[in-house]
């Protein structure tokens, strides 16, 4: 067997979005346990007090939700984007880095600033600062970053549904892989 790097697009209008029939059967994209955690709480969070019907996702029915915040907006070639991310760590890693006091606590991360004109795509990678031993601050990322008022949460196919039917103009909206995703494509390209 074999494996090969391809983007969530080729997979997403081709595989999952297709009939079952056609695809012998149903293909879901599967989140993170812990992202679909994050976008719980942030949804409970947000809903209106006296909501009758509980708002949550859930992880075995495919819905992958993505992370955004009005408060963060990266500035790329002199064009705002709006950044959905995929881990809510992520999000607060691009919150904190667009903090002008918390610059050096979040050196590690490569976002650009709200300030820079001249940020590529590739600028747009979350390096996230690790802890001992390679693994993630967990608390870190749950004791700072964006607060949860200020967490929004869509799930990945109700993004694409609304760019496709043109219901919200999404042009200017950038989809940012977790810094893990991108790591194991890099391991693959490599060795492939």
């Known amino acids: 067997a074999r494996l090969k790097v391809t983007s969530l697009s080729q997979v997403y209008f081709s595989i999952v979005q297709k009939e079952?029939?056609?695809n012998g059967g149903a293909l879901r994209v599967r989140p993170a346990r812990r992202q679909v955690v994050e976008a719980n709480r942030a949804l409970q969070f947000n809903s209106p007090e006296g909501a009758l019907?509980?708002?949550s996702l859930d992880e075995n029915k495919g819905q992958v939700p993505v992370f955004y915040s009005e408060k963060v907006v990266f500035e790329i070639n002199g064009v705002d984007r709006y950044p959905f991310f995929f881990r809510k760590d992520d999000l607060d890693a691009a919150y904190l880095r667009s903090i002008p006091?918390?610059?050096?606590s979040s050196s590690s991360s490569s976002y650009p600033s709200s300030s820079s004109s001249s940020a590529t795509a590739?600028?747009?990678?979350?390096?996230?600062s690790r802890a001992e031993g390679g693994r993630r601050s967990r608390?870190?990322?749950?004791?700072?970053?964006?607060?949860?008022?200020?967490?929004?949460?869509?799930?990945?196919?109700?993004v694409v549904r609304q760019m496709k039917s043109g219901e919200i103009d999404l042009r200017n909206a950038i989809f940012v892989p977790s810094t893990e995703a991108l790591e194991?494509?890099?391991?693959?390209?490599?060795?492939?």
């Open 122 to 128: 590739d600028d747009v990678i979350v390096q996230p």
């Open 101 to 104: 006091s918390s610059s050096s």
């Open 139 to 158: 608390a870190k990322s749950s004791s700072a970053g964006l607060p949860v008022g200020l967490v929004r949460v869509a799930t990945l196919d109700g």
């Open 53 to 55: 019907l509980p708002v």
């Open 20 to 22: 079952s029939k056609e």
């Open 184 to 192: 194991q494509s890099k391991q693959l390209s490599a060795s492939g």
